[in-house]
């Protein structure tokens, strides 16, 4: 089974910090990564996604890396604003398993 | 612009009682997914459909918990008898394809 690990589980940064999430798991064989956003009480909201053939993807402030033999993933803010806290959750779509495996998130908390 | 709407939003029961549970997943859109959140699991997928038909189910307690999709319009979740330990938050999910989801708002369930 696909085991996916978020570390650290909750981050406090002063905002304009630039920051660095990162994402760990277990089996190679994915299809891709995806990194998610969700806002408390809301659902989860695709911010970046990575085919397994691809090394990073950037949206904005945004930058996602994925080095898929040694099974990592981390995902860059640049700046960070006091909008961007939320809890930040990745997933991979592994190989012939048909569905997505998520971690338990990392809680972001960027004070203004 | 389009989204996947879940009803309903909150719901609080007492343990024996059944639940049912919405989802209006994006038009066009042939498959859909449920998963359970949880604190100490995170996301889990419970059951997927494509094309209105059950894929997999293998996430989900079979003796108590059904779903299905009586149209391409809406799926349905139920627990009966629903347990305090079904507390959690369900999101439906809809995509073309596996890969790329998009979750709805989710539904809050409390069992007492």
């Known amino acids: 089974k696909q085991e996916v690990t978020q570390i650290p589980a909750a981050l406090s940064v002063p905002e304009g910090e630039n920051l660095v999430l990162n994402c760990s798991f277990t089996?190679?064989?994915?299809?891709?990564l995806q990194w998610f956003r969700q806002d408390p009480g809301k659902g989860l909201t695709s911010l970046l996604l990575?085919?397994?053939?691809?090394r990073e993807q950037t949206s904005g402030r945004l930058n996602a890396s994925l080095d898929k033999s040694s099974g990592r993933s981390t995902l860059y803010i640049a700046a960070s604003q006091p909008g961007d806290s939320a809890t930040y959750l990745c997933?991979?779509?592994?190989?012939?398993?048909?569905?997505?495996?998520f971690g338990t998130g990392t809680r972001l908390t960027v004070i203004p | 612009d389009a989204r996947v709407t879940q009803t309903p939003r909150h719901k609080v029961t007492e343990m024996g009682q059944e639940v049912t549970m919405r989802c209006q997943p994006i038009?066009?859109?042939?498959?859909v997914f449920w998963y359970r959140q949880t604190m100490m699991q995170g996301l889990e997928l419970l059951a997927y459909?494509?094309?209105?038909?059950?894929?997999?189910d293998s996430g989900m307690p079979k003796d108590r918990f059904s779903a299905e999709m009586p149209d391409a319009t809406l799926a349905t979740l139920k627990i009966q008898p629903s347990e305090p330990r079904d507390s959690a938050v369900y999101f439906c999910?809809?995509?073309?394809?596996?890969?790329?989801?998009?979750f709805g708002p989710g539904t809050r369930l409390l069992v007492l």
């Open positions: 038009l066009g859109h042939n498959t």
């Open positions: 089996d190679s064989a994915i299809y891709n």
């Open positions: 459909f494509r094309n209105r038909a059950p894929l997999d």
């Open positions: 990575i085919q397994s053939s691809q």
């Open positions: 999910a809809s995509g073309l394809v596996l890969e790329t989801q998009y």
């Open positions: 997933a991979v779509f592994k190989t012939g398993a048909n569905n997505l495996f």
